[in-house]
């Protein structure tokens, strides 16, 4: 299946950005809607840091274990995504980078390693309401990291 990506420009510094996405915990903050039951695990941050969730998307839920496998900062997050009983492995990048004018990008792709065959055969609307999950997730991501640095510098 072809990956996702969504992305949104924020006015943080990429080590504001980085530094809050680096901890698992923060994710729940912006990822509630669709992504419940947050139980965490391993370091609070870097990789090995470790969620199990219950992902309820396009009408059906299921268990997630998301643990991050690849930390480079100031610059991309990489979780390795484990569900419907080990038939769906799949990658979340975060990727980061400084705009020109000030602020960031940040980007987020969502790319499938193994997907069960209804996911495969319904892969237009898999994908699609997938983007539409993480672009609200990009939405809420931009409130949640105003909220934390203002919160931060007061």
Known sequence: MKPVTV????????????????????HERFTDHYLTGWRFSGPARGVGSCATVTAALGGTKTDVTIEVVEAEAPRRIVEQNVSAAGRRLAHGTYAIEPLRTGGTRISFTYAWVRAPLLDRLLAPVVRTTMRHANRTVMRRLATELARHVSAANS
């Open 7 to 26: 992305s949104i420009a924020v006015p943080q510094t990429p080590e504001q950005v980085y530094g809050f996405l680096d901890v698992m915990a923060h």
